[in-house]
């Protein structure tokens, strides 16, 4: 077997620990719900976003993983999918909070990165970490349905970079390119033009 990318280990356990507060996390008003540390891994905060794109990493290499690790990440879908069928409005509920939430900062590092063309100091930088933020969108919007309003507020930040952005080669891990294709994910294939 191929090693596995670094984080892949740290997803797992993410996604295991998650996978186990999942109910508890739909019930509570908290958004981003603190997890602490797991034998001295930090985790990050647990949102359905962050869960789903961890578990879109993992299986960008399941077939590298061994059978402790599938069952890890079977365990904590299945569960994921029971508090969804037990709790629908809420799940719904907190994914477009996460949503409208994530649009907001995403706007607003776009409104950064663009005001550098101005002569505007930009603090922009980091397009490769800064676009976590417009993935999880995107997960999010095709895992819920998501309210008008919030969808072309995301078409017209997606405008605004489209006319910025220069196609390029895919910004992240290689390995986990086959799980991203270009036409949903066209935001990984380059990045924005900065001056």
């Given amino acids: 077997m191929p090693p596995l990318p670094m984080d892949i280990p740290a997803d797992l356990t993410f996604i295991r620990i998650a996978g186990e507060q999942f109910d508890e996390y739909v019930n509570t008003e908290t958004l981003f719900y603190p997890i602490g540390s797991v034998s001295g ?9 962050a869960w789903l794109e961890a578990v879109w990493r993992v299986r960008a290499v399941e077939s590298s993983l061994d059978t ?5 990440l079977a365990d904590a879908v299945a569960e994921a999918q029971r508090v969804r069928r037990l709790w629908p409005a809420l799940y719904t509920r907190k994914t477009q909070r996460e949503f409208k939430s994530r649009l907001d900062a995403w706007t ?4 950064d990165v663009l005001n550098a063309s101005a002569g505007v100091s930009s ?4 397009y ?8 999880r969108l995107e997960l999010l919007r095709q895992d819920t349905s998501q ?5 072309v507020r995301l078409d017209a930040a997606d405008r605004r ?3 910025r952005f220069v196609a390029g080669p ?10 991203a294709p270009p036409d949903a994910f066209w935001f990984l294939y380059g990045q924005p033009i900065v001056n």
């Avoid at 402790?68 to 890890?72: D, G, L, T, V």
């Avoid at 490769?128 to 993935?135: G, P």
């Avoid at 895919?170 to 799980?179: D, G, K, R, T, Y």
């Fill in 108 to 111: 607003w590092y776009l409104d």
């Fill in 68 to 72: 402790e690790q599938r069952a890890i």
């Fill in 128 to 135: 490769a970490e800064q676009v976590h933020t417009r993935f």
């Fill in 161 to 163: 970079l489209r006319a």
């Fill in 147 to 151: 309210p008008a309003e919030q969808v």
């Fill in 41 to 49: 891994m930090a985790m990050p905060q647990f949102t359905i976003g």
């Fill in 170 to 179: 895919f910004i992240w891990e290689p390995v986990l390119q086959s799980a």
């Fill in 123 to 126: 603090t922009g930088a980091g």
